[in-house]
């Protein structure tokens, strides 16, 4: 009854590599999202996918990448990290997006780019 | 562009008392407004969801109001208690809605004093 996870909970990389971050949720929940949070400017949408197979930009998706071939699973890739995307990484689902639906969030990894 | 903003920043106040969390939004056409709790480390947890037809929603202690006309939320928090120190972040879904995607406020960090 694990709800929704992330993994790893930390990560400390270098400029240039690349770096995934996991998304798991139990509920087959079909609306998955990632967020950034970072002082001084709250939460910022990444991406989001509606269904699997189906993905959009946020507001800062630039330098980022996701796949969503099962339901349950959202991976964010950073393909060559920079220092200015150290940051907590949150994924939150929802079951129906819209107008009715809260979204549930993950506990977050903090992401440290050296 | 839809803009979030909560004031104060930061709130100290003793135990027992009643106080109101303001949030407010710049563009009226909005799908829904959510309330949500942030504790140190942690990730999200959903308080209220106000539907855009809504005026108000309460849970327990918790009383949000909405009122789309002038843009502004209230999260209402009664006889406060030292275990709702946290930061409390209003989101809002913008049009077309159907995607669920949110757009947050900085938060107000609450301290409630023993």
């Known amino acids: 009854d694990a709800g929704i996870t992330q993994s790893p909970r930390y990560k400390i990389t270098e400029t240039g590599r690349q770096v995934t971050l996991m998304c798991h949720q139990t509920w087959s929940h079909s609306y998955m999202f990632w967020y950034r949070q970072d002082l001084g400017h709250g939460l910022r949408l990444i991406y989001y996918s509606a269904a699997a197979d189906i993905t959009d930009k946020g507001e800062v998706s630039d330098g980022y990448v996701v796949s969503r071939s099962k339901t349950e699973n959202f991976p964010l890739t950073l393909e060559s990290a920079t220092r200015s995307q150290t940051s907590v990484y949150f994924c939150?689902?929802?079951?129906?997006?819209?107008?009715?639906?809260?979204?549930?969030f993950g506990p977050g990894t903090r992401l440290t780019v050296l | 562009k839809q803009e979030v903003t909560q004031i104060p920043a930061a709130l100290s106040v003793p135990e027992g008392e009643n106080l109101v969390l303001n949030c407010s939004f710049t563009d009226s056409a909005i799908y829904n407004l959510q309330w949500f709790r942030q504790d140190p480390g942690k990730g999200l947890t959903s308080l209220l969801l106000?539907?855009?037809?809504?005026r108000e929603q309460t849970s327990g202690r918790l009383n949000a109001s909405l009122d789309k006309s002038s843009g502004r939320s209230t999260l209402y928090i009664a006889a406060s208690q030292p275990g709702d120190s946290a930061t409390y972040l209003c989101a809002v879904v913008p049009p077309p809605g159907n995607t669920g995607k949110l757009i947050f406020g900085q938060g107000t960090t609450l301290q409630v004093k023993p």
């Open positions: 106000i539907q855009s037809s809504q």
């Open positions: 939150a689902s929802s079951d129906l997006g819209g107008i009715l639906s809260t979204q549930y």
